[in-house]
């Protein structure tokens, strides 16, 4: 087996979050590891150790690996994030220079895909608006329009990797499971367990209308106030992908008039302002950006991480791959 050089490129707060004894020894068992954590790349010390550098585990805040960064890693044949997202660091001249990429985005897509599937059942349920009522008048009372999952229409916006858990997770229940991704082939969204529908249908038909998006050019602002309003009265809207793929204005007028629902673990601006109107609403159940990996659930991402690296030194392909094609239509 190669033992390749490797060292790790991140910030402080990811190097503190990630880099575990338990990961280094994994990594140091199949790779030379130099020691330290390089939080920048650009002075003399960290390109004098990415010259002799072939593998560069990455972390959130690794700063951009520029085309400068790459000739002053000639040896380098391996970038592996220890996050989901690559878009921050990896540029042009990785692809150009014939790097392989690999990412933790999988690993990532667990913990989201589980909040997602945990708040679209609590919506089903009214349990939101159950509570508020609750904690309001003190009574234990049942609603009319408690409502409940049994038949629902559980709609998911985009095939990406967490929706695609997503919808794998909502099998065993007793929902319809509607996807739209112009990406994605009607089969495969049917291998899913999924039906395939029209952007407009997937709005119209859902009782839960969850966003899986990402934040692309031509996906900022997707969700519009037309398609918002053709969502029926009392429906739930849940984000956990990026607060900029829905309208804001749109979707704050929508939520203080009590039309809809929504559970938004990101906003946009994130976070919201502390006058700004959907701290109050009832209706709405905001989280500080916490669907992804936190706690012990980081330890998935350096295992997902060394993974790669293990295969990496055995000469093996990436089992998680990012090419150059899907990080253009990726978060």
Not at 200 to 217: A, G, I, K, N, Q
């Amino acid at each position: 087996m190669n033992r390749p050089r490797l060292a790790l490129a991140m910030g402080a707060t990811a190097h503190h979050r990630v880099v575990g004894h338990g990961f280094l020894t994994r990594l140091s068992a199949v790779a030379e590891v130099v020691p330290g954590v390089l939080h920048d790349v650009d002075s003399p010390a960290a390109r004098r150790v990415l010259a002799g550098t072939e593998v560069l585990v990455t972390g959130w805040g690794c700063p951009p690996l520029t085309a400068q960064v790459v000739a002053a890693a000639p040896r380098l044949r391996a970038v592996v994030h220890t996050a989901g997202s690559v878009r921050q660091h990896v540029t042009p001249a990785v692809w150009e220079a014939g790097i392989a990429v690999s990412s933790a985005a999988a690993a990532n897509a667990v913990p989201v895909a589980e909040y997602t599937l945990a708040v679209v059942l609590l919506a089903g349920k009214r349990v939101l608006a159950a509570a508020h009522a609750f904690r309001t008048t003190r009574t234990p009372t049942t609603s009319a329009d408690a409502g409940g999952n049994y038949g629902s229409t559980v709609g998911l916006l985009s095939a990406s990797l967490v929706g695609r858990r997503v919808a794998q997770l909502l099998a065993p229940h007793d929902v319809r499971v509607l996807l739209h991704d112009p990406y994605v082939p009607d089969a495969a969204v049917r291998a899913l367990g999924a039906e395939p529908v029209g952007l407009d249908e997937l709005f119209r038909r859902s009782d839960v209308l969850s966003v899986h998006t990402p934040l692309l050019p031509e996906t900022r602002g997707l969700v519009d106030a037309r398609l918002l309003a053709l969502l029926r009265d009392g429906a739930t809207l849940v984000n956990t992908a990026r607060g900029a793929v829905v309208d804001a204005t749109a979707l704050t007028a929508e939520l203080t008039s009590g039309r809809l629902h929504a559970v938004l673990d990101v906003t946009d601006p994130e976070p919201l302002p502390a006058d700004h109107p959907l701290w109050d609403c009832p209706n709405v159940l905001l989280t500080p950006h916490v669907a992804g990996s936190a706690g012990n659930e980081l330890q998935r991402l350096t295992a997902a991480a060394a993974a790669e690296v293990e295969r990496f030194a055995a000469g093996e392909p990436f089992a998680h791959p990012v090419t150059r094609a899907a990080m253009e239509r990726s978060a």
